[in-house]
């Protein structure tokens, strides 16, 4: 069982940065580094679905929203996967979700296609 805890939210002016984490924990005896995984973040607002951020896939290749592109950036050092959000708008404010599924394939922005979920952290950002 993958346990992830996500941390870094806040409130930030618009214009602002964040950064945010996500720390993986595996039990010793599973065969899959986190290496082994496709990560991802959702996000979601108040009344509305849980929404694709960005994701990276087991082969470090990262997708991204068309709403965050050349703003935000995914990345992964071993266990901690991170979202750095510059550039912040009032419309990125929710609830920030990393998600990690083994092995992914080519469904990295389903939030269907992921099992492993943190409990989220809020992003607010003031106009």
């Known amino acids: 069982q993958v346990q992830l805890v996500e941390s870094g939210g806040g409130l930030v002016q618009t214009g602002g940065s964040l950064r945010l984490s996500c720390a993986a924990s595996?039990?010793?005896?599973?065969?899959?580094?986190?290496?082994?995984?496709?990560m991802a973040w959702f996000r979601q607002a108040p009344g509305k679905e849980r929404e694709f951020v960005a994701a990276?896939?087991?082969?470090?290749t990262a997708e991204y929203a068309d709403s965050v592109k050349d703003r935000f950036t995914i990345s992964r050092d071993k266990d901690t996967l991170s979202l750095q959000m510059n550039s912040l708008k009032p419309e990125d404010t929710a609830a920030y979700y990393c998600?990690?599924?083994?092995?992914?394939?080519?469904?990295?922005?389903?939030?269907?296609?992921?099992?492993?979920w943190g409990q989220g952290t809020q992003v607010t950002v003031s106009s």
């Open positions: 595996r039990p010793i005896s599973s065969y899959a580094p986190m290496s082994s995984y496709a």
């Open positions: 998600a990690a599924e083994l092995f992914g394939g080519n469904r990295l922005m389903d939030r269907l296609h992921y099992t492993y």
């Open positions: 990276i896939s087991r082969y470090d």
